[in-house]
C-alpha cells in the first residue's frame, strides 16, 4: 500500500479504462498500478460522492489525495465550483489530468506533500484519506485542513467504522463543529466546518 504515497518508477505501467456510474451519470476513468483503487471506484468513495448535498458546493473546492481523480472530476461536473485537486504520487497526478480532459471538466491538478504547495482558501476540502499512512500524518491532514478552509468552511471525508471512524470523529469535534452526514456498511461521512 504504501506506493500510493510514493513515486516509484520501478512500479510496471499497466493504464486501463473504468467506465463508472456515479448518480446515474457515466464517467471514464484511466487507472494503474500504484494508485488507489485502480480496479475502479471504491464503495467509500462512491458512498461519499452519492452523500454529499450537491446543491451546497459552491465557491473553491479542494479534492485532498485525489488519486486518478473521481472525487474532483465528479464535484467539478456536478457543480459550479473551481475545483483544484492535489496527490503526492506524481502517477495519480497524470492519471487525474489525463481523466479531467476524458470527462471534458476543467480542474487545477498539482502535487503537494500534504498542503506544501496549496496557498490558497477553500470553502471546502472534500477527501478520502489516507488512513494507511498512520495516524500522525493522518492528523496533520485532518487538522491543518483548517487553516486551508474559510471561515464556515467545510472539511468532508469518509472514514470506515474499522479504521476509526469514532475516535477521529471525537477527535475533529475538539477543533470544528461536526455532523455525520451519513452512514453506509461501516463507512461514515464526517463533515468538520471551520466554526
Do not use: W
Request: glycine share 6%; proline share 2%; charged share 30%.
Amino acid at each position: 500500500m504504501k506506493h500510493y504515497f510514493q513515486n516509484d518508477e520501478t512500479l510496471k505501467t499497466e493504464e486501463k479504462k473504468k467506465e463508472v456510474f456515479i448518480k446515474d451519470t457515466k464517467y471514464v476513468f484511466k487507472t494503474d498500478h500504484g494508485v488507489f483503487s485502480k480496479k475502479g471506484l471504491d464503495f467509500g468513495t462512491r458512498t461519499l460522492l452519492e452523500s454529499i448535498d450537491l446543491s451546497m458546493i459552491k465557491g473553491d473546492v479542494l479534492d485532498f489525495g485525489c488519486g486518478y481523480g473521481p472525487v474532483g472530476i465528479f464535484i467539478k461536473d456536478k457543480t459550479s465550483a473551481k475545483v483544484d485537486m492535489i496527490d503526492v504520487n506524481e502517477r495519480a497526478l497524470k492519471l487525474a489530468k489525463d481523466n479531467a480532459l476524458l470527462n471534458d471538466v476543467s480542474v487545477n491538478v498539482f502535487y503537494s506533500d500534504c498542503y506544501e504547495n496549496v496557498e490558497c482558501k477553500y470553502d471546502f476540502i472534500i477527501s478520502n484519506p489516507p488512513i494507511r499512512v498512520g495516524n500522525e500524518i493522518l492528523y496533520k491532514i485532518l487538522f491543518d485542513a483548517k487553516q486551508h478552509l474559510k471561515n464556515n468552511g467545510s472539511l468532508i471525508i469518509v472514514i470506515n467504522k474499522n479504521q476509526g471512524a469514532k475516535t477521529i470523529l471525537n477527535k475533529l469535534s475538539e477543533k470544528y463543529e461536526v455532523s455525520v452526514i451519513n452512514k453506509n456498511k461501516g463507512f461514515y461521512i464526517i463533515e468538520a466546518r471551520n466554526v
